[in-house]
């Protein structure tokens, strides 16, 4: 009997294995994903379709081929603990998008401060986002979260040339994939960070709102408010006048500098916009919806002005 084992490399095991267990309920991802074989009505097997199928509730969560290969939520979060332990980053929330097709992780990444007349504080965190519905292999993207107003930013990481985290690849492929994804956030996140910071030292004009305003909504808000009600429905109106409502809403103490504009479209982004009516509906829209978009809109159009 060989009695020469690594007790220290024991506990670590252990110890990885129970906060797996603290993150998955603390998250309330503590459930797995089974792949079940689809039936025609006559009960014959249909060899190309496969269905992901939660195994707490028995939701059908995607359609997939017999290749198909499962991430399960503990591999994700064993993922992201090696990755924070990597970063020196620390898990701080997840949870279940759209029924659990789509779930995400999310690393405390540190903080920005400083930022306008206000001396906002954004922390930053980086999340990881698996799909269940065969909609994408694992991706990180940044998300930052300005404490002034609770407002929220998400930004995918675009570089497509990235390594991708593949369902299928090992343990030790997946962490050099997520390692390079996040080097190239964190790239990102100078230039993104930087930019908000000369958006603070640029004023706004009547004219770079109206055209934020007009590329988001449609809507010329030069325009009397009878005509832009000829010219369009009651309910593009009605997101013209919230996102103008957030954007005075901002800019009255951060000032009337792009960044305040940039803030005002956030707050609307986060607080008003429509997003589905269901658990983590809002980041869900942040993420993977609409409001993301308008985000990623505004921040271009006003990006290149103080480029």
Not at 24 to 35: A, H, I, R, Y
Not at 94 to 103: F, I, P, S
Not at 189 to 196: A, H, P, R
Request: proline share 1%.
């Amino acid at each position: 009997m060989n009695n020469n084992f690594n007790l220290d490399s024991m506990l670590s095991n252990i110890a990885t294995g129970a906060k797996t267990i603290e993150t998955l309920q603390s998250t309330g991802l503590d459930w797995q994903v089974n792949k079940v074989q689809l039936y025609t009505p006559d009960g014959t097997p249909v060899d190309s379709a496969w269905a992901n199928q939660r195994a707490d509730n028995g939701a059908i969560l995607g359609v997939m081929s017999e290749q198909y290969a499962v991430f399960q939520n503990d591999e994700l979060a064993e993922l992201c603990e090696a990755i924070a332990g990597e970063f020196g980053y620390s898990i701080h929330k997840g949870g279940a998008l759209n029924g659990g097709k789509k779930v995400y992780l999310q690393l405390s990444a540190g903080s920005v401060t400083g930022i306008g007349d206000n001396n906002d504080r954004v922390e930053k965190y980086v999340t990881a986002l698996n799909s269940f519905d065969g909609s994408s292999s694992v991706c990180f993207g940044s998300l930052g979260y300005t404490i002034s107003c609770q407002n929220t930013f998400y930004r995918a990481a675009r570089d497509k040339a990235m390594s991708r985290v593949r369902h299928t690849s090992s343990m030790r492929d997946r962490i050099e994939a997520a390692k390079h994804q996040i080097l190239g956030i964190i790239k990102a996140d100078e230039s993104l960070y930087d930019t908000f910071f000369k958006m603070a030292n640029a004023q706004m004009t009547p004219e770079i709102v109206r055209s934020v305003v007009l590329s988001l909504t449609d809507v010329d808000i030069t325009k009397t408010q009878s005509s832009i009600k000829a010219d369009h429905s009651a309910r593009k109106f009605n997101i013209a006048s919230d996102l103008l409502d957030s954007i005075r809403r901002e800019t009255a103490y951060k000032g009337g500098s792009l960044w305040g504009l940039m803030s005002g479209v956030t707050h609307y982004t986060t607080h008003k916009a429509s997003a589905p009516n269901r658990e983590n509906g809002r980041i869900e829209a942040k993420m993977t919806g609409n409001a993301g978009s308008m985000d990623g809109q505004a921040f271009d159009i006003l990006a290149k002005i103080v480029a």
